[in-house]
């Protein structure tokens, strides 16, 4: 028990000195009225579900009989689909929300991040917003959420498109220094009050094939909204359950709505043979590669990743 003691404050004592050199920094969460100004202009609102206020853009025409739902991956928010909102709703009603646990929604009241209660959460948010039917696009996290949720609740997903996609077992290349400390249970109480911004640009950074194109604003987005009052607790609970997640891999092959696949070739985090896996297992599915784009391909190139969804969705079926 002593030397076991000894070695977590050795450890700590290392992670300390390693956030100093990245540039210790106090950082205590931060309130939602504190965040909004920035974070949430219009056409942002605020919706009650399941005991949270959901932020939550709804755009393009009302019309639309199957809207499209974007959902977002880990520590991400709805502003990473800002690139293909602004091509799709012009044509289509596009609905994009923060996922429980993060962004402005902030954190769930019962604490249960796992897939199956976001599926719920998403079958939910439709029928708040009264939407019978919809397409659902997810980008890693949300890329998961999209497709459990056309298992879970079929009859509500007419489409989806799977974006670097979360469903099995991870063999990745290369992990964000954030994901990877979120995971030490013992760091919680450093993790709650220090978080250098140098460690969210990192972490960015990894997830992009260029670098080069992660802005100043863009960390300034997931840095602040990480701090958003619960958070940090969020996503230490959700890191607990990805190997859980992957126990559910099997379902994949029960898809039965058409589905289309956008993979970036320089995924690190997901590598590009779990795009192969998917397209393997979902039938019929359509296969695209994104030749020199990384984890997030809507942003860091949404022109060119959306004109494939442009195409997916005029295809009859």
């Not at 959902?71 to 923060?98: C, E, F, N, P, Y």
């Not at 604490?111 to 917003?129: E, K, N, P, S, V």
């Not at 450093?190 to 911004?197: A, D, F, K, Q």
Request: charge should be positive; hydrophobic fraction near 40%; avoid cysteine.
């Amino acid at each position: 028990m002593k030397t076991m003691r000894l070695l977590r404050w050795s450890a700590l004592i290392l992670v300390v000195v390693l956030f100093a050199g990245m540039g210790l920094a106090w950082a205590p969460d931060r309130s939602v009225d504190n965040l909004k100004e920035r974070w949430a202009p219009a056409p942002s609102q605020f919706i009650p579900l399941q005991g949270m206020q959901v932020h939550l853009r709804d755009e393009g025409p009302r019309n639309d009989p199957e809207p499209i739902v974007l959902i977002h991956g880990t520590s991400a928010s709805l502003h990473t689909w800002d690139g293909w909102t602004a091509a799709l709703k012009g044509q289509r009603r596009v609905i994009r929300m923060d996922l429980p646990g993060f962004g402005l929604t902030g954190p769930a009241p019962d604490g249960d991040y796992r897939m199956t209660r976001y599926a719920d959460f998403i079958a939910a948010l439709l029928d708040q917003l009264g939407v019978r039917r919809a397409v659902l696009a997810g980008n890693s996290l949300g890329g998961g959420v999209a497709w459990r949720t056309a298992v879970q609740h079929p009859e509500r997903v007419s489409r989806l498109v799977l974006v670097d996609a979360t469903g099995y077992p991870l063999q990745s290349t290369s992990v964000p220094l954030g994901f990877r400390l979120a995971q030490i249970e013992w760091l919680k109480p450093v993790m709650s009050r220090l978080l250098p911004r140098r460690m969210i640009e990192s972490s960015v950074r990894n997830v992009y094939a260029d670098p080069g194109k992660v802005t100043p604003e863009l960390v300034d987005r997931y840095y602040e909204l990480t701090l958003r009052a619960g958070n940090r607790e969020s996503l230490t609970q959700r890191m607990k359950l990805r190997e859980t997640d992957a126990q559910s891999a099997g379902l994949i092959a029960t898809i039965g709505q058409p589905t289309l696949i956008l993979w970036g070739t320089q995924d690190r985090l997901i590598p590009e043979p779990s795009g192969q896996r998917f397209h393997q297992d979902i039938p019929g599915s359509q296969y695209v590669v994104l030749d020199g784009l990384g984890h997030v391909p809507q942003e860091e190139d949404p022109q060119r990743s959306v004109a494939e969804v442009l195409k997916f969705l005029a295809a009859k079926r």
